[in-house]
């Protein structure tokens, strides 16, 4: 059933090597992953060009920061909670984080949901499929076929869920829908990414409550993403998403227990192995915008395996769509600002219709040539 609804006009596969398939006659890399059982990809899909792409270190490993989200709210360890989260935000742009109190259970049950979704019949899914970046929900492949001329081994479920909480109603469950356990999730996130907020904007040096309201935080848009890269036959050709900065200002990211994200770090990808149950939390250009580069977005990657099905749940929290975001007026005493200001529905619309590369959506906007 679902092989049928893959390739609109499939192409014959030259006897060479695989045919040239775009993305925009695949609706779902899954199923064709599935339907096509070849051990060749379509040279459409060679997204790696650097020849070292595989020379990820790994001795970064015991560096990688991990900030206690209980410590943050804790009157003793508060002051030195906020120092790691600086260092790990100006640093890195990333980190792990660790007792943020979302239970297990919902993290677990939303990842056997977000499976569940992915399985279903393309008949069912194909509703979804929209090219707007700003419709409720989206169901997708690759990032925006249209833009590419070289496409990224992924589905997508992309969904707003703040202010209007939107989500597919479907699948149903035996116990709960797949959108009541997805409510639930995203609920829970704001308020760790509100948090989170609040201690980035004390060091900074401000207010804690300065970011939630120059950005409008309390009326921010949330993207919800669930993200599933099915195995690759040529995983040293593809990739399942390229590098890239997010266009939010706090992403946090889980996934199912297989690796594959990378984080660029003093000019190496870094493997991210998250410790159990942490969420993975990634800076996104509004913070660099608002920070004025004191806590640059970070790049990231997904890289691919032969063997497994990744899934990541992949929330982004933003500021609200009408907001002008800009460096924030307190940092500009002593200092020029690094960026012109832009309306976030203008940044979210330009970077969802652009490919995906590097940073540069934020480049548009940079007034000085990075120091
Ligand atoms: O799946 C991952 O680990 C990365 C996902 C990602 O970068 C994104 O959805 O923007």
């Known amino acids: 059933m679902a092989s049928s609804a893959t390739i609109s006009s499939p192409q014959p596969e030259a006897e060479a090597g695989p045919a040239k398939v775009h993305a925009s006659q695949v609706s779902s890399i899954k199923v064709f992953a599935e339907s096509n059982g070849a051990s060749l990809i379509p040279s459409t899909y060679h997204s790696i060009t650097d020849l070292h792409h595989d020379d990820a270190t790994h001795d970064l490993a015991p560096s990688i920061p991990v900030i206690d989200f209980s410590l943050l709210t804790s009157h003793h360890h508060h002051v030195k909670a906020l120092h790691q989260l600086g260092m790990a935000c100006a640093n890195w742009g990333f980190f792990m984080l660790t007792n943020h109190g979302i239970p297990e259970n919902l993290m677990e049950e939303l990842m056997n949901k977000s499976h569940e979704f992915h399985d279903l019949p393309m008949e069912e899914k194909k509703e979804f499929a929209d090219n707007d970046p700003l419709s409720p929900i989206r169901h997708g492949t690759s990032f925006c076929p249209q833009a590419e001329n070289v496409h990224y081994w992924r589905d997508y479920l992309k969904t707003l869920t703040f202010p209007q909480f939107n989500f597919p109603h479907k699948p149903p469950g035996y116990s709960r829908y797949c959108r009541e356990v997805a409510y639930d999730y995203s609920h829970k996130i704001r308020a760790v990414a509100r948090k989170l907020l609040e201690g980035i904007s004390e060091s900074l040096g401000l207010e804690s409550n300065s970011i939630i309201e120059s950005t409008g935080f309390d009326s921010g848009l949330q993207l919800f993403v669930v993200n599933l890269y099915p195995p690759c036959p040529q995983p040293h050709l593809a990739l399942g998403m390229p590098s890239h900065s997010d266009l939010g200002l706090l992403t946090l990211l889980m996934q199912n227990g297989i690796g594959g994200l990378q984080v660029k770090h003093d000019g190496k990808w870094v493997n991210i192995n998250p410790l159990p149950n942490c969420l993975i939390v990634l800076l ?28 990541s749940v992949v929330l982004s929290n933003g500021p609200a769509l009408d907001k002008e975001i800009g460096p924030v007026v307190e940092l500009l005493d002593k200092e020029k600002p690094l960026f012109k200001s832009m309306k976030y529905r203008d940044y979210f619309q330009v970077k969802q219709k652009t490919r995906l590369s590097d940073k540069c959506s934020l480049d548009e906007i940079r007034l000085h040539a990075q120091q």
């Open 284 to 311: 996104g250009d509004q913070l660099e915008v608002l920070s004025n580069g004191k806590y640059p977005s970070v790049l990231h990657r997904a890289i691919l395996n032969n063997a497994d099905t990744r899934i």
